[in-house]
């Protein structure tokens, strides 16, 4: 289907897309999200993380791409806009948690167990949960 002008046709096509990568990401956070009780240990640990994730991302000594994602991490965090609103049941507030989980796991594989150990500013038992939620062992790197 066309308007006829290229500029409709542009805006029109950009905004499919943009609702059509929306609803993937939706998706993605739907199959992605803890089960269980991990999700609910993801929200109570949402303090330490926050502060884990500033400290990894000053920190120099890690590699530049895991620095930049913690820091576009950090930004998605601040910004008051959601990628599902509040209102949507179990996602609307839990997008936030399975975004961190994703980007940590990333972050946790690329930079190692120990580099986020030594920024962890919790505690073990919060550490042991952290090492859950990203699917990582303690004995596993």
Known sequence: M???SFWW???LGLAGALLVAWL???VALVLARPRGGLLRE???LLPDVLRLIRRLAADK????G???RLGLLLAYLVLPLDLVPDFVPVLGYADDAIIVILVLRGVVRRAGLQAVRAHWPGSDDGFDALTR???LSC???
């Open 2 to 4: 066309t308007t006829g």
């Open 9 to 11: 046709d542009l805006l």
């Open 24 to 26: 993937a990401l939706v």
């Open 42 to 44: 993801a929200l109570r």
């Open 61 to 64: 000594t890690l590699p530049r």
């Open 66 to 68: 895991v620095r930049i």
């Open 133 to 135: 939620l990203t699917g």
């Open 139 to 141: 004995t596993g790197s």
